[in-house]
């Protein structure tokens, strides 16, 4: 190991365990006009700036909701339990929104919040799929037995609180009692043309995506949802235009019947 690399295995060490004397060995006679105390205390800032501004940049919201002191008092907190093994810097703080719920057990709608907006992160970096070109040579009978494939660049979340309102004013001042947001909320997330859509769903709506996302045929979806809910032919045919419009199918495969 070189000697260089010895000082940056030492530093994140350092950092992450708060162990200093291995790296204050190495850093003797390398620190410049700094003592090595306090370039170990540089480098650790460094360290805890850059990861704490990927998670403001992530969490908007949450950082909104919860104002830029309590944010970062939050941010240190959990750099500090939970070292980066990824070189890939954007992709940490996935597991943040688990966090969150530990530290703040009683306001679920902060984690609720996190889990949308690193959904939005994830979605955003995923490669959006070819969509499939919808065409009217189906027969009806062809269509019920029709199963469809969808898009990774795609999720339909359920959330106990309603965070979308929230996570829209993200970048304004207005304050929320989160006490009170505790209607619950669906949403599809997806990716259109390279730019990310958020829809709210009905819950015969969510119902329905969700079932067709499990590889049911569309006869069979609506054979189950018509044993809990009341469906109309247009309500039906608004799910349908809703799919092509949206462009989240993929591919689609006629299933054979006997």
Not at 153 to 175: C, P, Q
Not at 192 to 202: N, P, S, T
Not at 245 to 254: G, H, N, R
Request: proline share 3%; charged share 30%; with cysteine.
């Amino acid at each position: 190991m070189t000697p260089l690399s010895k000082i940056q295995s030492s530093y994140f060490l350092s950092v992450r365990t708060g162990e200093h004397s291995e790296l204050l060995r190495l850093l003797s006679g390398a620190a410049g006009k700094l003592s090595k105390e306090e370039a170990v205390q540089v480098y650790e800032d460094a360290y805890l700036y850059r990861f704490a501004e990927v998670l403001s940049e992530k969490f908007p919201a949450v950082r909104n909701v919860l104002g830029e002191e309590d944010f970062f008092s939050l941010a240190r907190e959990y750099i500090s339990r939970t070292p980066s093994f990824c070189y890939d810097i954007s992709r940490y703080g996935e597991n943040f929104p688990q966090f969150i719920s530990e530290v703040y057990p009683k306001y679920p709608i902060l984690s609720d919040l996190a889990k949308l907006e690193s959904e939005l992160d994830l979605l955003f970096r995923k490669k959006q799929h070819i969509p499939y070109v919808w065409s009217d040579h189906y027969e009806s009978n062809d269509l019920e037995s029709a199963i469809f494939s969808f898009g990774e660049s795609l999720s339909l979340i359920s959330f106990e609180h309603s965070v979308l309102g929230i996570w829209e004013k993200r970048n304004t001042d207005e304050s929320f009692d989160v006490e009170f947001l505790s209607e619950k909320e669906n949403l599809l997330i997806y990716k259109k043309r390279e730019e990310l859509f958020i829809r709210r769903l009905d819950e015969d709506e969510f119902l329905f995506l969700d079932h067709l996302r499990k590889g049911n045929s569309v006869g069979d979806t609506l054979s189950l949802l018509e044993s809990v809910l009341q469906l109309d032919e247009r309500r039906v045919g608004e799910w349908f235009f809703a799919l092509a419009e949206m462009e989240i199918v993929s591919s689609v495969e006629i299933r054979n019947t006997p």
